[in-house]
């Protein structure tokens, strides 16, 4: 899923957002921001469907939140975004129910900018109980995912991403690993 390219990989939680810049060998740079999208939500969603003023009020916080990691982004250049997790594999539920097709059982899928602006236009544009009824929507993303794709969206926005990844697993689980690995091999 990552080669030799630089690849932004997010995971978004209640609480925080956490982002990496790397390839498949290196770590340029790794920071957690406390952005998370139960945050946003509670700072930003004050009607439903979310309203654009709404919407260009979040892009100014995350502007200014967001400001060391676009600097990142402008110096390592990454063009593939990885998301983990939560929003993610919500937004690849809906993308497979939205093509009839059933899911595969791999570890990662892709998802193209096209399909996830046709996604994130569903989404913002939606009530609750409208969005609740799409197809590979589930309840305990309902309300956040709201936020978080627009948090997506300015990312896309503002920086050249070529596609989206989309990982299974989530940052915690790869740290396990990483921890399982080093025991194994000090052992």
């Known amino acids: 899923m990552i080669g030799p390219e630089p690849a932004l990989i ?22 957690s921001f406390e952005i998370g999208a139960q945050r946003l939500l509670d700072k930003f969603h004050k009607h439903d469907p979310i309203l654009e003023r ?12 967001l400001e060391e990691l676009k600097v990142k982004m402008d110096i390592y250049q990454p063009h593939h975004l990885i998301g983990s997790s939560g929003t ?39 009530t609750r109980d409208e969005r609740m009824a799409i197809p590979g929507m589930i309840e305990m993303r309902v309300d956040m995912i709201v936020v978080a794709v627009c948090l997506i969206q300015f990312l896309i926005e503002n920086n050249e991403f070529i596609d989206i990844k ?19 091999k000090t052992s």
């Open 166 to 184: 989309v990982s299974t697993y989530a940052l915690k689980e790869g740290l396990l690993d990483a921890i399982v690995s080093n025991e194994l």
């Open 88 to 126: 993610f594999d919500t937004l690849m539920d809906i993308n497979y129910q939205e093509k009839g097709v059933e899911k595969p059982d791999d570890i990662a899928f892709s998802l193209s900018l096209d399909d996830f602006d046709s996604i994130y236009n569903e989404i913002i544009h939606k």
């Open 54 to 65: 709404d919407i260009e009020k979040l892009d100014d916080y995350l502007r200014k939140e």
């Open 10 to 31: 997010m995971d978004i939680g209640g609480g925080s957002v956490e982002f990496i810049i790397c390839n498949h060998i290196e770590v340029f740079w790794m920071q």
